[in-house]
C-alpha cells in the first residue's frame, strides 16, 4: 500500500497565488491542509474548492509560530511544507513520491529555484545550488519552531536524504515581485528578528552592526557570486546588507529604551511637562518677542 502524503500551507490572503500550489499538488497529494489566519479574500474558498481541509489560527506577523499547529493536522505517513507562493514542478513531484515509496529515508533536503524582480536567480546566496531546505519528511521526525525563517528543526537520528539540483527538482519560489515588495517585508521581519533576539539575550553595538553588514554583502554580493545575477544581484546584496543593519537598529533600540509604546509614552510626558508652564499665566506681551533681524540680497 502507497504511504499517504498530505501538505501543509500556511496562508493569510493568497487567492493570487494559492491556485498555482494547489494545481501542482493535487494530482499526487493525498491530503492537503490550509491552516489560514483569517484571510480578507477569497483564500479559503479556493482552498475548500481544491478538497483542502482549511483550519484557523490567529493573525499573526509572520507564519512560523503557525508552522507546528499545521503539523498537527496532517495524518499522512510523509508530509511536504510548502508556501502558498511555491510550486512543485513535475518531476520533483515524482521524485518525492519515490522516496516517500521506498523508504529509504525519513528527511528529505529539496533545493529552491527563487524569483526575484521577475526572474530567476542563480547565485547571490539565493539560487538553486545554493539554497537547500528540509520540506519533505516522515512524521514526527520533524519539529516546529516559531524561529523566523528557521521553524523546522530535525529530531536526531532521522536519515537524511537530498535531491540533487537539476532543472525539475526545485520547488519554485516566486518569492518577490520588485523592491517595494521586499522593503516591506523587511520592515515586518526586522521587527519580528529583533524582538526574538532581544528576548533571548542577545545585544548588539554600533560596530557589530556594521560588521555584520559587511559579511553579509560579502557572502551574497562576492562568495555567493552575486555579480553575476547582474542588477539583481548587486541590489539584492545591498537589501539584504540593509536588512542586516534594521535589525541590529531594532534590537539596539529594544535594548536602549523599551517598545514603541514605552518611547510614546515617555513623548507624551515630555509634552505634558513643557505645556504644565503655561498654566493660567498671561500671554507675553508682543513687542517682547519681536527681534530685529536684517535680511540682505542673496540670503
Not at 45 to 61: N, S, T
Not at 275 to 282: M, P, Q
Amino acid at each position: 500500500m502507497a504511504p499517504k502524503i498530505s501538505v501543509v500551507i500556511n496562508t493569510l490572503n493568497e487567492e493570487k497565488n494559492l491556485p498555482n500550489a494547489l494545481r501542482s499538488l493535487q494530482p499526487w497529494i493525498d491530503e492537503i491542509i490550509i491552516v489560514d489566519m483569517h484571510s480578507e479574500d477569497r483564500t479559503v474558498e479556493i482552498a475548500r474548492e481544491f478538497g483542502a481541509k482549511v483550519f484557523f489560527h490567529e493573525r499573526l506577523d509572520f507564519a512560523d509560530p503557525a508552522r507546528a499547529f499545521a503539523l498537527e493536522q496532517a495524518s499522512g505517513d510523509w508530509v511536504l511544507v510548502l508556501d502558498a507562493d511555491e510550486v512543485i514542478p513535475f518531476p520533483l513531484s515524482r521524485a518525492l513520491m519515490s522516496i516517500a515509496s521506498t523508504g529509504k529515508g525519513d528527511v528529505v533536503l529539496v533545493h529552491l529555484l527563487n524569483y526575484w524582480f521577475g526572474d530567476p536567480l542563480m547565485h547571490t546566496n539565493t539560487g538553486p545550488f545554493q539554497t537547500r531546505q528540509l520540506r519533505f519528511f516522515r512524521r514526527h521526525h520533524v519539529r516546529a519552531t516559531s524561529t523566523i525563517h528557521n521553524y523546522l528543526h530535525l529530531i536526531p537520528g532521522s536519515r537524511v536524504l537530498e535531491i540533487k539540483y537539476e532543472p525539475g527538482l526545485a520547488i519554485v519560489h516566486f518569492a518577490y515581485f520588485d523592491s517595494r515588495d521586499f522593503i516591506e517585508k523587511l520592515n515586518r521581519y526586522t521587527n519580528i528578528e529583533a524582538r526574538q533576539a532581544f528576548e533571548k539575550g542577545e545585544r548588539i553595538t554600533p560596530a557589530g552592526a556594521l560588521l555584520r553588514a559587511a559579511k553579509e554583502f560579502a557572502a551574497r554580493y562576492i562568495k555567493g557570486q552575486g555579480f553575476q545575477d547582474g542588477w539583481r544581484g548587486f541590489y539584492i546584496s545591498l537589501f539584504y546588507t540593509f536588512y542586516r543593519i534594521v535589525a541590529a537598529a531594532k534590537l539596539h533600540e529594544l535594548t536602549a529604551f523599551g517598545s514603541r509604546e514605552q518611547v510614546e509614552a515617555r513623548y507624551q510626558q515630555e509634552a505634558e511637562e513643557i505645556l504644565k508652564a503655561y498654566g493660567d499665566a498671561a500671554p507675553p506681551a508682543a513687542s517682547k518677542l519681536l527681534v530685529e533681524t536684517s535680511v540682505s540680497d542673496g540670503q
